[in-house]
């Protein structure tokens, strides 16, 4: 393995999908719903299959039913307009999205500001486009995992690229509003800087958090690489369906470093995803809905076990602080936790550079049965 990737190892997902395989223990680690996605969605797909479209290699930018259906809902949603020949791009999941903005935006030596905790693929792409990473750590207080915009512009540099954004937040479920949006795109203009967005818990939002996309504010729709996926907002993780809405110039930009990854994929699933994407508000209400009785669920039952609990605004994770358990190292704690409490969960500090900031924090996922999750309540109220 080479330098750039030396670091990184086996991705902690795998590593705890893993472990939750061979000790049986309920898996809150990986954030997939054990719930596919809808049954329309899925007789799409069936027939897309059996009619031969997306068979062969489809179109490079993606199929027109799809770019269509992307910019439909960022219309619809947020009024964002954006040209379906030239401004949308179907990537193989958000994943590729960001690595191939990075890999086509970053320039070696280039520095990338990412929100710490972090999604787990922005370092290793980051490392994989020769930049370096300037983390910005979210920290805790009054129940959010908050942003010190004073630390976010203090981290611009000469050598800042680009900003990578995350709302609403893996692993934090911070959802960042309208004023800290509003700060974060008057520095990015300021400063004159690039922001890969990642949007893909877009749908995922409780109570009176709201999100708006940060292309929408004055000034970044021509700066800005939005980021979504059919993974998160259908439930269908494993069909690798996401997209990519910025300028002419910038999603020429990604498709070139895209073409030379995956150069198209889930030929099929795209023309199911533009069904998916026109599906009616009721859709997008009830798995808000869904989702949000599954985080009350799980956050009370935590916080019955013993844990601090950090309410997420947004995404189906919820993250937890295990130091009233007694406990310190959310590493030792997760590792442990299967053979203890049949439970599986994520360690936070794989997510921070700053691996002391993160230690005490552990994340689950709420995207489950809610027999599951009360099952997985009841065997960790036995930690106390
Ligand atoms: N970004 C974030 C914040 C995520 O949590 C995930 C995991 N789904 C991804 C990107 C990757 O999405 P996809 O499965 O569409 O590649
Ligand atoms: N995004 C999912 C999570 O945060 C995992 C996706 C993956 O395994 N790469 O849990």
Same mark, same amino acid.
């Given at each position: 393995?080479?330098?750039?990737?030396?670091?990184?190892?086996?991705?902690?997902?795998?590593?705890?999908?893993?472990?939750?395989?061979?000790?049986?223990?309920?898996?809150?680690?990986?954030?997939?719903?054990?719930?596919?996605?809808?049954?329309?969605?899925?007789?799409?797909?069936?027939?897309?299959?059996?009619?031969?479209?997306?068979?062969?290699?489809?179109?490079?930018?993606?199929?027109?039913?799809?770019?269509?259906?992307?910019?439909?809902?960022?219309?619809?949603?947020?009024?964002?307009?954006?040209?379906?020949?030239?401004?949308?791009?179907?990537?193989?999941?958000?994943?590729? *999205?960001?690595? $191939?903005?990075?890999?086509? +935006?970053?320039?070696?030596? &280039? @520095? %990338?500001?990412?929100?710490?905790?972090?999604? #787990?693929?922005?370092?290793?792409?980051?490392?994989?486009?020769?930049?370096?990473?300037?983390?910005?750590?979210?920290?805790?207080?009054?129940?959010?995992?908050?942003?010190?915009?004073?630390?976010?512009?203090?981290?611009?540099?000469?050598?800042?690229?680009?900003?990578?954004?995350?709302?609403?937040?893996?692993?934090?479920?911070?959802?960042?509003?309208?004023?800290?949006?509003?700060?974060? *795109?008057?520095? $990015?203009?300021?400063?004159? +800087?690039?922001?890969?967005? &990642? @949007? %893909?818990?877009?749908?995922?939002?409780?109570? #009176?958090?709201?999100?708006?996309?940060?292309?929408?504010?004055?000034?970044?729709?021509?700066?800005?690489?939005?980021?979504?996926?059919?993974?998160?907002?259908?439930?269908?993780?494993?069909?690798?369906?996401?997209?990519?809405?910025?300028?002419?110039?910038?999603?020429?930009?990604?498709?070139?470093?895209?073409?030379?990854?995956?150069?198209?994929?889930?030929?099929?699933?795209?023309?199911?995803?533009?069904? $998916?994407?026109?599906?009616?508000?009721?859709?997008?209400? &009830?798995?808000?809905?869904?989702?949000?009785?599954?985080? #009350?669920?799980?956050?009370?039952?935590?916080?019955?076990?013993?844990?601090?609990?950090?309410?997420?605004?947004?995404?189906?994770?919820?993250?937890?602080?295990?130091?009233?358990?007694?406990?310190?190292?959310?590493?030792?704690?997760?590792?442990?936790?299967?053979?203890?409490?049949?439970?599986?969960?994520?360690?936070?500090?794989?997510?921070?550079?700053?691996?002391?900031?993160?230690?005490?924090?552990?994340?689950?996922?709420?995207?489950?049965?809610?027999?599951?999750?009360?099952?997985?309540?009841?065997?960790?109220?036995?930690?106390?």
């Amino acid at each position: 393995l080479n330098r750039r990737l030396a670091e990184f190892g086996t991705t902690i997902f795998a590593e705890m999908s893993a472990l939750a395989v061979t000790t049986g223990a309920i898996n809150l680690g990986q954030g997939f719903p054990d719930t596919d996605g809808p049954e329309s969605v899925r007789e799409a797909a069936v027939r897309a299959l059996r009619d031969g479209r997306g068979n062969q290699y489809p179109p490079g930018p993606g199929v027109p039913e799809l770019r269509t259906a992307v910019a439909e809902h960022q219309l619809d949603r947020y009024g964002l307009t954006y040209d379906p020949g030239l401004e949308v791009l179907v990537t193989a999941g958000a994943t590729e *999205a960001i690595a $191939a903005s990075l890999l086509a +935006l970053v320039e070696p030596g &280039d @520095e %990338v500001i990412a929100l710490e905790p972090y999604y #787990d693929s922005y370092a290793a792409s980051i490392a994989m486009a020769g930049g370096s990473r300037v983390p910005v750590t979210l920290r805790p207080s009054d129940g959010r995992f908050r942003l010190d915009l004073d630390e976010l512009r203090d981290a611009v540099t000469p050598r800042t690229r680009l900003i990578l954004l995350n709302t609403p937040h893996n692993p934090t479920g911070t959802v960042l509003t309208r004023a800290e949006l509003t700060e974060i *795109a008057r520095l $990015a203009v300021e400063r004159d +800087l690039l922001v890969v967005t &990642d @949007e %893909v818990y877009e749908h995922l939002v409780f109570d #009176d958090a709201e999100h708006i996309p940060l292309a929408s504010f004055p000034g970044m729709r021509e700066r800005t690489v939005s980021i979504g996926s059919a993974g998160k907002t259908f439930s269908f993780t494993g069909w690798k369906v996401g997209w990519v809405t910025s300028t002419p110039e910038l999603v020429a930009a990604v498709r070139s470093a895209k073409q030379y990854l995956t150069y198209v994929a889930s030929g099929p699933f795209q023309y199911a995803v533009a069904e $998916a994407l026109a599906l009616p508000d009721a859709f997008f209400a &009830d798995f808000r809905a869904d989702m949000r009785a599954k985080r #009350d669920l799980l956050s009370e039952g935590l916080t019955a076990a013993g844990f601090d609990v950090y309410r997420p605004a947004g995404t189906y994770f919820v993250t937890t602080d295990i130091r009233p358990l007694g406990e310190t190292d959310g590493f030792a704690f997760c590792r442990a936790l299967p053979e203890r409490a049949g439970v599986v969960a994520i360690p936070n500090a794989v997510f921070y550079d700053h691996r002391d900031a993160g230690a005490p924090f552990v994340r689950f996922a709420f995207c489950k049965r809610k027999g599951v999750l009360e099952e997985a309540v009841t065997r960790l109220k036995r930690l106390i």
